[in-house]
């Protein structure tokens, strides 16, 4: 075992959303010695989605040409004498958002005839396309003697792998006819790294695999064949030729390639993690303890939850996004839950303020182009500011506007993507601002039940530790959660939790460190905000989230119906065509 030098370097890269990050730090204590930042350009252009149709694809390109500038730029930034100190790489992804491959681990997207395809692409976690699917495994599931949902909350949803894969080998005889296999972007990056040239080798995380894709120890890996074959024989031939096992995020993939050491400036040395998903990794880099809710704020929010496994005994908690032993720390369980849409129903609400006003901007005789430019950039940049602090002067009122937070669909407590937001109390005296409030308010009672859910299940939850760029930069948002959900919220003080947290598992891969835990207490930089509940509100608040409670179920009725109905969700889902 290695033990851990003064000088020893690692990186953490993080694939996110919008853009690709990497902190270059010391293994020995997390000082940051360099960070870069890459936005997907393909994706900023909107290349291969629809809103409408809830299609979201990205181009692999997206992320090998933000991977070498990241890297590169983290390396040139630190100096030559630092990188030299460089002894492994972790990365973290978005997910579920796996692609199809060949045989040879290649996304189909980078073959000439598939090179425009969406359906070739990566399909990113919020992807909403396969709800057909979706329900039809559900349904399928109920069929066996053994409950194969069981450790996925019991209901399978359309931002997984099986929902996806089988949506495009349906949509799309040319995918169909050239896949090997279907990889999930965690673990692509990683073979990529290590110049893997056969899918068959590619290493599985258990983080994407037990949390995604239906594998568990318990039945020995991914469900039977039968289990695929009978929900729809395209599954056959790929199903059983995936893979059986899986590997946490502390062991390594191998070692760098000389061709990426080359374009990244990294000894050939260099040991690259086994990858994970972003939340996960992300609670590592914030310091997750036992029953502390790690909420990553960002579009979406992953709510992660760690119980030691000797503590959590036959609890299987109904309607989260899993419960996988190892899948964040060794020897306990990790639990994910989250919602679909958090940073995206503010942007959201910030593009339809600013869509007409952006459009008139560009007609104005008034300014110059680049003064028009300017403007936007500037009103794009402090809309959600200036209404978050007229929000946060509004008194709380029991007949103030009130929302549901589903602009995504549902992810968690019981995953449902046909589901809408909704608001109700509006009249002639509602704003700007007393619309965004209620959006606000929405996430927080979203958050909420999430934390009861756990509750009612037996898990207690102790407080709340706050992760990611809305956590840090938006007060108000963060005193109304504390307020709503009657509990302490702590800040961590990395702006850079997930990349960090792979930056630890890169340290354990390495053998810096015997565990990812001992990582985590010598490289976590601790946290610097609190935010306590405002008691004077627990009861208004109670009241509202009861109201909260009312209009979900009310907006369930309206926009869903029994998952049986197939037709039902055939038509549901047709008001945007895919693009192909």
């Not at 978005?94 to 359906?119: K, M």
């Not at 896949?179 to 692509?188: A, G, K, M, R, T």
């Not at 935010?531 to 627990?538: A, H, K, V, W």
Request: charged share 20%.
């Amino acid at each position: 075992m290695k033990m851990n030098k003064e000088n020893d370097c690692v990186i953490g890269v993080d694939f996110g959303t919008d853009s690709v990050r990497a902190i270059l730090v010391n293994a020995a204590d997390g000082t940051e010695y360099s960070s870069a930042v890459f936005q997907y350009p393909r994706w900023k252009q909107k290349l291969y989605c629809s809103q409408r149709a809830h299609q979201f694809r990205q181009h692999p390109l997206d992320y090998t040409e933000g991977l070498e500038y990241v890297v590169k730029t983290c390396v040139k930034l630190a100096g030559p004498e630092i990188a030299a100190n460089v002894c492994a790489l972790s990365v973290d992804t978005t997910g579920s958002t796996p692609i199809a491959v060949d045989q040879s681990g290649t996304p189909l997207s980078l073959l000439s005839e598939f090179a425009t395809n969406p359906n070739a692409m990566f399909v990113l976690w919020k992807d909403h396309t396969a709800v057909v699917e979706t329900a039809e495994i559900n349904e399928h599931a109920k069929t066996f003697d053994i409950n194969y949902l069981q450790y996925v909350g019991g209901i399978y949803s359309s931002e997984w792998f099986w929902a996806k894969l089988l949506h495009l080998l349906r949509k799309d005889s040319e995918v169909a006819n050239k896949i090997s296999s279907f990889v999930e972007h965690c673990d692509w990056i990683p073979f990529l790294l290590t110049g893997g040239k056969d899918v068959a080798d590619m290493k599985r995380s258990i983080c994407a695999a037990g949390h995604k894709a239906l594998w568990s120890e318990e039945w020995g890996g991914l469900p039977p064949a039968s289990f695929f074959e009978t929900l729809d024989p395209l599954l056959k031939n790929i199903a059983s030729a995936m893979f059986r096992e899986t590997q946490t995020a502390a062991e390594s993939a191998g070692t760098i390639s000389k061709e990426w050491a080359k374009k990244l400036g990294l000894s050939e040395d260099t040991l690259i993690g086994v990858g994970a998903f972003d939340a996960h990794m992300g609670a590592v880099g914030g310091q997750i303890e036992p029953y502390y809710l790690s909420k990553v704020m960002g579009t979406s929010t992953c709510d992660i939850l760690v119980i030691p496994q000797e503590e959590m005994g036959d609890i299987l908690v109904k309607g989260i996004c899993g419960q996988v032993t190892g899948s964040v720390l060794p020897r306990m369980v990790g639990l994910e839950a989250g919602q679909s849409a958090f940073g995206d129903a503010y942007a959201w609400f910030r593009m339809l303020l600013m869509e007409p006003v952006e459009a008139l901007l560009e007609k104005s005789n008034l300014l110059s182009p680049s003064q028009i430019s300017l403007l936007k950039e500037e009103l794009n940049n402090s809309l959600i500011s200036w209404l978050s602090d007229r929000a946060a002067a509004l008194p709380v009122t029991l007949q103030a506007e009130l929302a549901t937070d589903w602009f995504n669909g549902r992810r968690t407590p019981d995953a449902n993507q046909l589901l809408k937001a909704t608001i109700t109390g509006v009249d002639l005296g509602t704003d700007a601002v007393h619309f965004f409030r209620s959006i606000v308010e929405a996430t927080c009672f979203g958050a909420k039940a999430i934390v009861m859910r756990f509750k009612q299940q037996g898990l207690p939850i102790k407080g709340l530790i706050g992760l990611g760029g809305v956590a840090r930069k938006s007060p108000f948002i963060m005193q109304m959660m504390a307020d709503v959900l009657n509990m302490p919220i702590r800040i961590h003080k990395s702006e850079q939790t997930c990349a960090l947290g792979a930056a630890m598992f890169a340290a354990t891969v390495a053998g810096i460190y015997p565990r990812v835990q001992e990582a985590m207490a010598a490289m976590g930089p601790g946290f610097d905000q609190e935010y306590l509940p405002d008691r004077s509100r627990e009861s208004i608040y109670n009241s509202r989230y009861e109201k909260y409670l009312e209009l979900g179920n009310l907006s369930d009725k309206i926009f869903t119906k029994s998952s049986k109905d197939q037709n039902f969700l055939k038509k549901a889902t047709a008001s945007g065509e895919e693009i192909v």
